[in-house]
C-alpha cells in the first residue's frame, strides 16, 4: 500500500526488530514474575528464621506491579510488530493502520508514564528539600 520499496523495507526491518524486542520483554516478564514469587515466599520462610523483619509480601507486589507496567509497552510494541510484518507482507491497508494504531498507544503509554514519572520525581524533591532543611 506504501508504495516504496524502501519504506516497506524499513517496516519490515522495524517490525522484526519489534518483535525481537517484544519477545525479549516477554522474558523478562516472566523473570520479573518469577522473582516476585520468589521474594514472596522465599524471603518469607528465610524471615522466620532469621529474625529480620522483611516485607516479602510487598517486595513480591512491587515487583507483580512492574511486571503489569511493564507489560503494557511490550504488548503495543509486538502488536505493532506482528500488524507491520502482516501489512508489508499482505500489503494491505486495514493491517497498515491497525499495526500504527498500536505504535501510537505504545508512543502514548510511554509519554504518560514519563509524565507522571516526572511528577512523582518533582513532588519527592518539594518534599524532601524542606524536610533536609529541617533537619540540618
Known amino acids: 500500500m506504501v508504495g516504496n520499496a524502501a519504506i516497506e523495507n524499513y517496516i519490515k526491518e522495524t517490525a522484526r526488530w519489534g518483535k525481537f524486542l517484544a519477545i525479549v520483554g516477554y522474558v523478562v516478564l516472566g523473570i520479573l514474575l518469577l522473582l516476585?514469587?520468589?521474594?514472596?515466599?522465599?524471603?518469607?520462610?528465610l524471615?522466620?528464621?532469621?529474625?529480620?523483619?522483611?516485607?516479602?509480601?510487598?517486595i513480591g507486589l512491587v515487583y507483580i506491579l512492574l511486571a503489569g507496567l511493564y507489560y503494557i509497552p511490550?504488548?503495543?510494541?509486538?502488536?505493532?510488530?506482528?500488524?507491520?510484518?502482516?501489512?508489508?507482507e499482505n500489503n494491505d491497508e486495514e493491517e497498515y493502520m491497525a499495526a500504527f494504531q498500536n505504535l501510537k498507544s505504545l508512543f502514548k503509554f510511554l509519554g504518560i508514564f514519563t509524565i507522571v514519572l516526572f511528577s512523582v520525581y518533582a513532588l519527592m524533591l518539594v518534599i524532601a528539600l524542606p524536610v533536609a532543611m529541617l533537619l540540618k
Open 74 to 88: 511490550v504488548t503495543y510494541l509486538y502488536r505493532f510488530s506482528v500488524k507491520a510484518a502482516q501489512a508489508v
Open 47 to 58: 524471615s522466620k528464621f532469621g529474625g529480620q523483619k522483611l516485607f516479602p509480601i510487598g
Open 36 to 45: 516476585a514469587f520468589v521474594m514472596m515466599f522465599g524471603l518469607s520462610a
